[in-house]
C-alpha cells in the first residue's frame, strides 16, 4: 500500500447583502469557518485555507 497526497477544492457561491466587497468576503468567510467548525470530521481532511472574492452582482 502506497501512500497519496490529496488536493482538493471546493467551489461555490453564496450571495450576500453587504455594503461592500470587503463586508461582504468578511461575512462570507464568517459564516464559512463557522459552519464548517462544527463539522468534526472536516479537521481530518486537512483543510489549509478558504479563499474568495466578492463582486456585485448586476442584473
Same mark, same amino acid.
Given at each position: 500500500?502506497?501512500?497519496?497526497? $490529496?488536493?482538493?477544492?471546493?467551489?461555490?457561491?453564496? %450571495?450576500?447583502?453587504? *455594503?461592500? *466587497?470587503? *463586508?461582504?468576503? &468578511?461575512?462570507?468567510?464568517? %459564516?464559512? $469557518?463557522? $459552519?464548517?467548525? &462544527?463539522? *468534526?470530521?472536516? &479537521?481530518a481532511?486537512?483543510?489549509?485555507?478558504?479563499?474568495?472574492?466578492a463582486?456585485?452582482?448586476?442584473?
Amino acid at each position: 500500500m502506497s501512500e497519496y497526497s $490529496v488536493t482538493w477544492v471546493i467551489d461555490g457561491v453564496l %450571495k450576500i447583502d453587504a *455594503e461592500n *466587497e470587503g *463586508e461582504a468576503e &468578511k461575512l462570507a468567510n464568517e %459564516k464559512i $469557518v463557522e $459552519v464548517l467548525g &462544527k463539522i *468534526e470530521d472536516f &479537521k481530518a481532511l486537512g483543510p489549509q485555507a478558504i479563499r474568495g472574492s466578492a463582486e456585485p452582482i448586476t442584473s
